[in-house]
């Protein structure tokens, strides 16, 4: 094949390749949406609104979320030094799921000057589907731990969902079942089609095991059993 029809060739393999990737990958639908929290602090209420944005990255059999937020909210009368702060928050599923996943993230790596709203920096969880469908993601409570003292600040405006995704539960679940079962063929000494289990080389390994070890005990057998009539012999004469 000449030099340029096969380049030509394998260009369009990997346009193909590639189509295929999309298409197979999840549908995802991903919007900034304003979250206005309403913050109970230890020096009475505070109130903020911050874009908030949340992202999903397959991993494994679930999704690493990630949540950001595009402004500060709440803030300290006092300067809060460097990793005095601690954040973290919910993420409220829906849709053809429900639940809620816990995200963490680090301490702030800068101090935080007095009456300045605080940064939150990313924060990540994992979300195992339970249910295969269109699951949503909003915004849930915001809690801050620095110096001994706890804030709580929640959506009070009924924020829509920030990211959207179409899933498939690792159990084979579906949004019109009421829970996410999941079965195992009894050990019974034969598979689920009725055959014997296939043997490996772990198997192997014991069955040759369990073969020496009667092998030796035969031979052990075979000459205390000479040995014995050996004694019989002498005895007799």
């Known amino acids: 094949m000449p030099y340029r029809k096969r380049t030509a060739a394998l260009a369009s393999a990997a346009a193909l390749a590639g189509s295929a990737v999309l298409l197979a990958a999840p549908a995802a639908h991903a919007d900034v949406v304003d979250v206005n929290y309403s913050c109970q602090t230890p020096i009475g209420p505070k109130s903020a609104v911050s874009p908030i944005d949340i992202r999903g990255v397959k991993s494994g059999s679930g999704y690493r979320l990630t949540m950001s937020w595009q402004k500060g909210v709440s803030s300290s009368p006092i300067e809060l030094g460097k990793g005095a702060m601690s954040p973290s928050a919910t993420i409220v599923v829906g849709g053809a799921d429900s639940g809620t996943v816990t995200v963490t993230g ?100 014991v069955a040759l095991g369990t073969l020496g070890g009667t092998v030796l005990l035969a031979g052990a057998a075979g000459t205390l059993w000479l040995t014995r009539r050996n004694q019989t012999a002498r005895v007799r004469r």
């Open 106 to 205: 680090p301490a702030n790596q800068a101090a935080i000057p007095a009456n300045t709203p605080i940064k939150i920096n990313d924060l990540s969880g994992t979300y195992a589907p339970r249910k295969t469908g269109k699951v949503t993601f909003t915004a849930g409570t915001l809690t801050i731990t620095a110096l001994g003292t706890t804030t709580t600040c929640k959506p009070t405006n009924n924020p829509g969902p920030s990211l959207s995704l179409d899933v498939t539960a690792a159990g084979g679940g579906s949004s019109g079942s009421g829970s996410s079962n999941s079965s195992s063929s009894s050990q019974t000494g034969t598979d689920s089609a009725g055959q014997l289990p296939r043997t490996g080389p772990e198997d192997s390994v």
